[in-house]
């Protein structure tokens, strides 16, 4: 069975400020694919990330970096220097190299104040 | 540009009626999924489809139906909308021949049902 969890519900921050998204995930898959989407509050689903399980270098992009760890099975985003655009809900999201579904998260809503 | 549409983007309809929800994406993917959201809340799988003629129900249980007569078509349909449908609907597709990547989405469709 495949899970994700993300047992931050709502995160709010000062402007500035580096803000952690945690994501937790279970799976028996031994080849998979973690994923981070944002939703702003238009509604759509924007995709922000993919790693593969074998791929465990961290990655960053501008202001956004993910730390993934096979041994503690988590997949966390941090926002460094927040802003206001950030505020959205942020999902994880896992997929089975050999299962084409997805297994999202619960979401965090995260606020950024001016 | 957007490769998945959903329209309406926004529908308020009375207790009762019949309504469709269109979903149409230009990229051949063979699979789509309808996913259900409450606002700010996790997305729940309503339905599914791996192909032209075949949908399956996912995992929440929806008074909803869907049809895949053509791949890049997936309608999903309210025969009596009543005010707990009220939501937001997501469609997303996926390509299995390209098993990385994940789902794109539309921009949803907001239901009100009063």
């Known amino acids: 069975a495949q899970k994700v969890t993300q047992a931050q519900t709502e995160i709010s921050v000062v402007e500035k400020e580096d803000v952690t998204l945690d994501c937790v995930y279970e799976t028996r898959d031994t080849t998979y694919y973690l994923f981070w989407y944002k939703q702003p509050p238009s509604g759509e689903l924007v995709f922000l990330i993919r790693?593969?399980?074998?791929?465990?270098q961290n990655e960053i992009s501008g202001r956004y970096s993910w730390n993934f760890q096979k041994s503690t099975s988590s997949f966390n985003f941090t926002i460094t220097a927040s802003q206001v655009v950030d505020s959205a809900v942020y999902f994880c999201a896992l997929r089975a190299y050999n299962n084409n579904d997805m297994r999202f998260g619960a979401g965090t809503r995260l606020t950024v104040k001016p | 540009e957007a490769d998945i549409y959903q329209t309406p983007r926004y529908l308020v309809i009375g207790t009762g009626k019949k309504i469709t929800l269109e979903c149409s994406q230009t990229m051949g993917h063979d699979k789509m999924y309808w996913y259900q959201q409450d606002p700010g809340m996790e997305l729940h799988l309503i339905h599914y489809?791996?192909?032209?003629?075949?949908?399956e129900k996912g995992d929440l249980s929806s008074e909803s139906t869907v049809s895949r007569i053509r791949t890049e078509h997936f309608p999903l349909t309210l025969e009596s909308a009543r005010p707990s449908h009220t939501s937001q609907y997501l469609c997303a597709s996926s390509d299995s021949r390209q098993g990385i990547y994940g789902y794109t989405f539309g921009s949803g469709t907001r239901l009100t049902v009063v």
């Open positions: 489809s791996y192909g032209v003629n075949s949908t």
């Open positions: 790693r593969n399980s074998f791929d465990e």
